[in-house]
């Protein structure tokens, strides 16, 4: 099954790329811009056909490797 | 006394660790990442550099590496573990010291030479060391320190601050914070100051013809300390 995840900063933590994008952005005309936040987007596709058995691998290995907890959360998106 | 520098595929200051801790005494042996045994050692240093090339995050990918597990242990056990600037940031990802280090404020990399104060000498890095204010050299991308408040207040109340970025006379305040760290923090101990993370290499500055002793001092009060 394919499994994609995303991770995003958490909320108090800064972040100082997507500031710069928004700026850039800001410096374009994208005018109505009120916060920009980088974040990270994973496709992984591992040999298992049970939906539920596959999102917990992921989940697994986004609290070990691939998020850092202390600044990050992560999101399963999609399965298929 | 017994050193071992890990080599990671990546690191680029693990030679000149090498030679700053041989020219002060310690027998040091380099290791590879993917052994799975540590030499026997009084002190193990995880290196500066650029580490499985600063994918993901910087530090992630090394501290996932074979070897990691023995140093782990050598810590848990109570060993003398150093990790300088990227082996900062692989300590912290490894769990060994709290908190992360983020893209410099400015997303500049810096390279120059800052002042650090020395908080808390009650450890066997520090102890007995005569002076608290070090010219060291820094050179790094990701060297903003940040935790959460929680850890925050545990790192205060055990005093596991190692260093704070300062001026000349040991101010330690926000104008002389290089990269935005979390109240100028320049390195950090674990809770029982076996475990010593830094952004800045002392092993640069051990020769007064190229740089400054202040590394010197360093290096030599730790070997007296270890001996």
């Known amino acids: ?80 | 006394m017994k050193s071992a520098v890990i080599t990671f595929p990546g690191s680029n200051c693990d030679r000149d660790m090498h030679v700053a801790l041989n020219k002060f005494g310690f027998k040091n042996k380099m290791v590879w990442h993917n052994d799975n045994e540590l030499p026997k050692s009084d002190l193990v240093v995880l290196p500066g550099g650029f580490s499985y090339g600063d994918y993901l995050r910087c530090g992630s990918m090394a501290s996932k590496s074979k070897i990691m597990q023995s140093v782990i242990n050598f810590a848990k056990s109570g060993g003398l573990v150093m990790g300088i600037c990227n082996g900062f940031q692989i300590l912290v990802e490894s769990g060994l010291v709290p908190g992360v280090l983020l893209r410099n404020r400015y997303l500049e990399f810096i390279c120059k030479n800052v002042f650090v104060k020395i908080d808390n000498k009650d450890n066997p890095y520090f102890k007995n060391l005569d002076k608290e204010v070090f010219e060291l050299h820094i050179a790094h991308n990701e060297g903003n320190y940040f935790c959460t408040n929680d850890q925050l207040k545990e790192i205060q109340d055990n005093n596991q601050v190692a260093i704070y970025y300062c001026n000349d006379n040991g101010k330690t305040e926000e104008k002389f914070n290089p990269n935005g760290s979390l109240n100028n923090i320049a390195g950090i101990f674990n809770k029982k100051k076996n475990v010593l993370g830094m952004m800045p290499h002392p092993e640069r500055m051990i020769d007064e013809s190229l740089s400054g002793e202040d590394g010197s001092i360093f290096f030599k009060n730790l070997l007296n300390n270890i001996k």
């Open chain 1, 1 to 80: 099954m394919k499994v994609s995840a995303i991770i995003t900063l958490k909320k108090d933590v800064l972040d100082p790329q997507g500031k710069v994008i928004q700026q850039t952005l800001d410096g374009m005309g994208f005018k109505d811009v009120n916060e920009v936040r980088q974040g990270k987007y994973f496709e992984i596709d591992v040999k298992e056909n049970d939906p539920k058995k596959a999102q917990k691998i992921v989940e697994d290995m986004c609290n070990k490797l691939l998020a850092n907890l202390v600044i990050e959360n992560y999101k399963i998106i999609e399965i298929q």
